[in-house]
Nanobody, 115 residues
Framework: VQLEESGGGLVQAGGSLRLSCVAS????????MSWYRQAPGKKREWVAS???????TYADSVKGRFTLSKDDAENMASLQMTSLKFEDTAVYYC??????????WGQGTQVTVSS
C-alpha cells in the first residue's frame, strides 16, 4: 500500500489548509487511518484518527480546529485545518495499518504557519 499526502504549504496564522492522503489500494474502508506530525527537533506526535466506520478522535491541541474525513470510494482522507497556529508548523504524515498488522506511512507534506 502506498500513501501520498498533498496540500501542505505556507499559510499565515489564523488561516486554513486542507491536507489530503490518497491510498493506492482500498484500505481506509477497512482499517481507518491517522495523521501524525513532526516539528523540527520534536518527536512525531499523533494528530487525529478516523476509524473504518467514520468515528474520529483528535489530539487536544487540534480539537475544534481540525476535521478529519474520508472518502472510501476514492481511497482518500482529508484533514481540514482551520485557525492555524505557529505551533502547527510541522511535516504531516498519513498512516494506516492493514488488517494483517502492517503499517504504512506517506512521505509527508510540509505545513508552515507564519506568525
Amino acid at each position: 500500500v502506498q500513501l501520498e499526502e498533498s496540500g501542505g504549504g505556507l499559510v499565515q496564522a489564523g488561516g486554513s489548509l486542507r491536507l489530503s492522503c490518497v491510498a493506492s489500494e482500498k484500505i481506509f474502508s477497512s482499517s481507518g487511518m491517522s495523521w501524525y506530525r513532526q516539528a523540527p527537533g520534536k518527536k512525531r506526535e499523533w494528530v487525529a484518527s478516523i476509524m473504518s466506520g467514520g468515528m474520529t478522535t483528535y489530539a487536544d491541541s487540534v480539537k475544534g480546529r481540525f476535521t478529519l474525513s474520508k472518502d472510501d470510494a476514492e481511497n482518500m482522507a482529508s484533514l481540514q485545518m482551520t485557525s492555524l497556529k505557529f505551533e502547527d508548523t510541522a511535516v504531516y504524515y498519513c498512516t494506516t495499518v492493514s488488517p494483517t498488522g502492517d503499517d504504512y506511512w506517506g512521505q509527508g507534506t510540509q505545513v508552515t504557519v507564519s506568525s
